[in-house]
T-cell receptor
Framework: AQSVSQHNHHVILSEAASLELGCNYSYGGTVNLFWYVQYPGQHLQLLLKYFSGDPLVKGIKGFEAEFIKSKFSFNLRKPSVQWSDTAEYFCAVISSASKIIFGSGTRLSIRP | GAVVSQHPSWVICKSGTSVKIECRSLDFQATTMFWYRQFPKQSLMLMATSNEGSKATYEQGVEKDKFLINHASLTLSTLTVTSAHPEDSSFYIC???????????????FGEGSWLTVV
């Protein structure tokens, strides 16, 4: 079955630390990949997406993600996190059947 | 872990009829639930925020009378698509937030989504 795995359930970092959140998916066909973020008290927002082309995708707020097809991965990165990055992050994949599959999410806590 | 269940997973209805989609939190109380719609090959679009015991807050451009949302209990929110038309065919997904309305370390869980096809 198709699935998305986010192995880090809770990540705690200090401000200015670098961030990398893992995302692996199990689907061999054409995929569209997304990272969503949910800030405290808010609804889900799109951070970035990959449809095709350059596998290194730039998103909002300094986030980026790299699609590595051979590893079935789409890890999210940020060089220097801020306290305001405290949120829940979700990786998602849309299969060619247009069904969206979400990962379980990673809670990011940033120490001031 | 916590589970959010959506039912039905797939539904086909005739144009002009209404269809109800349920979103249940199975092992936690969800004071807030969110309803999203996904258009083909696009990301999610938030339709409305549903708070238990009060009226839903709809996003701009979402027709309140067409997409009726009810959140009558802490474990159930329903989305009713009234007088459905083929353009309403889409993938609808809910999410539920555990805990208090203000963020205090709680987290959010997603349903598996419901495919609606209007013929």
């Amino acid at each position: 079955a198709q699935s998305v795995s986010q192995h880090n359930h809770h990540v705690i970092l200090s401000e200015a630390a670098s961030l990398e959140l893992g995302c692996n998916y199990s689907y061999g066909g054409t995929v569209n990949l997304f990272w969503y973020v949910q800030y405290p008290g808010q609804h889900l927002q799109l951070l970035l997406k990959y449809f095709s082309g350059d596998p290194l995708v730039k998103g909002i707020k300094g986030f980026e993600a790299e699609f590595i097809k051979s590893k079935f991965s789409f890890n999210l990165r940020k060089p220097s996190v801020q306290w305001s990055d405290t949120a829940e992050y979700f990786c998602a994949v849309i299969s060619s059947a247009s069904k969206i599959i979400f990962g379980s999410g990673t809670r990011l806590s940033i120490r001031p | 872990g916590a589970v959010v269940s959506q039912h039905p997973s797939w539904v086909i209805c005739k144009s002009g009829t209404s269809v109800k989609i349920e979103c249940r939190s199975l092992d936690f109380q969800a004071t807030t639930m969110f309803w999203y719609r996904q258009f083909p090959k696009q990301s999610l679009m938030l339709m409305a925020t549903s708070n238990e015991g009060s009226k839903a807050t709809y996003e701009q451009g979402v027709e309140k009378d067409k997409f009726l949302i009810n959140h009558a209990s802490l474990t159930l929110s329903t989305l009713t698509v009234t007088s459905a038309h083929p353009e309403d065919s889409s993938f609808y997904i809910c999410s539920a937030r555990e805990g208090q309305r203000t963020y205090s370390g709680n987290t959010i869980y997603f349903g598996e989504g419901s495919w609606l096809t209007v013929v």
